[in-house]
């Protein structure tokens, strides 16, 4: 199909990179075999727990070998630091204030699904997607939350337990409405442990390994991958849960970390508390999800099973990836690996997500793209997730319809090393008295937080976010700019 990647990496860089895009496009637009698509993702994977990027801590051989075969964004965000709306943006290719109401899946929006099953793909998705309905939303395919239990049977209780408290966002229930009328169902029937608030600092799990979330999803991926993979072109997602709370990794990865092997951020407990906004200052002072973590070796320890659930999903995504490549499949499957959203894993002593810092906002993200990726590359220019289904469907030959926020990034793909200059915009708890918007343009990121006061950084002097120069007189111009840049793209209201 195309340029292969023998002959792709036998060129200069930049020339094969150009000639191998068109190549494949042209290639594609004739007729001839369709590219697969595997989109892999995992909950609440920070940007820089990547050994690829350059984390010392995290142990992820198998994506660091993924990067090793394509190209690694440096500098890639979601459009919404929470599961749904970030969810919903990447597969609709609208932003999150086009998919009202907020923190739901409209069903009259189209996703990847629909375009790609128009243009004769089978499209899956298995794992976690928080569709927090009865919806396919297009796909031909579906296993979930649901279907892990009922693999689980009675173990399911342990489950339960691990989560103790309904939470779409581990599966229970998946659709809350289920429990309306009839309230949760495991109230008074499970085992509490002593956790403080709604989530635990972390400890090894009682499921056995092969039962997790985690297990299920990348054994029923390569079923997929066996029973279809050679009979249909296929758009096929798999989604899982970890590194997202709880933080209970099986017994081999969590015997691989050590809390007292874990730093704390240089961040923490040094910001400047009257240059944030409100809201970052309440959950700097109180953190309710967890509230164990103002002792810094329950801190320590959190870091430490964070880690440990990001390798289990990392193994997990090794096998599929093997998988692929034992079944022929490799050379003509794009894979894309992301995240929903990242974790702020204790920087400006804050965790999980919800806010617009870096490690919150910012997502791990890799394409490999026989034929089009070099190998081991490196893009440093800012993208958005939101772009990303423009990129599948230029590479594929798929039809989207006009009036999508979605832009291509298939040029970068071959060649990385080319500066992007578009902006790129993130929002968070719109239609709340705590809305807040994003723009990152070059070196800064400006924050215009509704009811508080605006964030402006200069990311490449200040990476950590510590210096809020929007406080300061001499910022005054460049961040009235930013905004009227901002309320160009969309006036928050």
């Given amino acids: 199909m195309g340029v292969t990647r023998r002959g792709f990496l036998s060129a200069g860089p930049a020339a094969a990179g150009i000639a191998s895009l068109s190549s494949a496009l042209e290639t594609r ?30 142990k992820t051989p198998n994506l660091d070998a993924l990067a090793r075969s394509g190209v690694l964004f440096n500098s890639a965000y ?9 969810r919903a943006s990447m597969l609709t290719g609208l932003y999150p204030h086009k998919l009202l109401p907020y923190n739901t899946w409209p069903y009259e929006k189209e996703t990847a699904a629909h375009y790609f099953h128009r243009a004769g793909y089978m499209t899956g998705v298995i794992g976690k997607m928080h569709f927090l309905d009865g919806q396919t939303h297009g796909f031909d395919f579906k296993l979930d939350f649901n279907d892990w239990h009922q693999y689980l049977g009675p173990k399911t209780k342990l489950v339960a337990e691990e989560i103790y408290y309904p939470d779409s ?38 499921l056995r390994e092969e039962d997790h979330f985690e297990s299920f999803v990348s054994r029923e991926l390569i079923r997929f991958l066996k029973t279809f993979g050679r009979r249909h072109p296929f758009f096929l997602v798999g989604s899982l ?20 092997d874990m730093q704390l951020p240089a961040s923490w407990g040094k910001v400047n508390l009257p240059s944030a906004p409100k809201y970052v200052q309440e959950s700097i002072k109180y953190w309710r999800v967890t509230p164990e973590v103002r002792d810094p070796q329950q801190a320590r320890r959190l870091l430490a099973m964070y880690y440990a659930c990001l390798a289990q999903s990392d193994d997990n995504i090794g096998k599929v990836l093997r998988a692929l490549t034992e079944l022929g499949l490799e050379e003509d499957t794009i894979v894309v690996y992301t995240s929903d959203h990242g974790d702020m894993l204790g920087e400006h002593g804050l965790w999980q997500k919800f806010v617009l810092y870096e490690a919150s906002v910012g997502v791990p993200l890799i394409i490999r793209a026989p034929g089009v990726t070099p190998r081991g590359a490196v893009c440093d220019s800012p993208v958005s997730q939101v772009q990303l289904l423009a990129t599948l469907a230029e590479l594929c030959g798929v039809s989207l319809p006009s009036g999508l926020d979605t832009t291509s990034l298939a040029k970068s793909l071959a060649e990385p090393a080319t500066k992007l200059t578009a902006p790129v915009f993130a929002e968070h ?17 400006y924050c215009h937080n509704v009811h508080d006061i605006p964030e402006l950084y200069n990311l490449r002097s200040d990476p950590s976010e510590m210096n809020n120069l929007a406080l300061l007189p001499n910022y005054r111009n460049r961040t009235e700019q930013l905004k009227e840049q901002l309320f160009t793209w969309w006036r928050p209201e």
Avoid at 78 to 86: E, F, G, Y
Avoid at 171 to 195: A, C, H, M, V, Y
């Fill in 78 to 86: 979601c459009t919404d630091p929470v599961c749904i709306p970030s």
């Fill in 241 to 260: 849960l970890k590194p997202h709370a709880p933080f209970m990794p099986a017994e081999r990865f969590g015997n691989m970390f050590h809390p007292n």
């Fill in 429 to 445: 708890a719109l239609g709340t008295g705590q809305a807040r918007y994003m723009l990152r343009s070059g070196d800064y990121k």
């Fill in 29 to 58: 637009a004739a007729g001839g075999p369709p590219r697969n698509v595997l989109l892999l993702m995992c909950d609440q994977h920070t940007r820089a727990a990547l050994g690829a990027a350059g984390s010392r801590v995290a």
């Fill in 169 to 206: 966002g581990c599966g229970l229930p998946q659709i809350p409405d289920l429990w309306k009328e009839s309230g949760d169902p495991w109230l008074g029937t499970i085992n509490r442990d002593d956790r403080e608030g709604l989530a635990p600092v972390g400890r090894i799990s009682a």
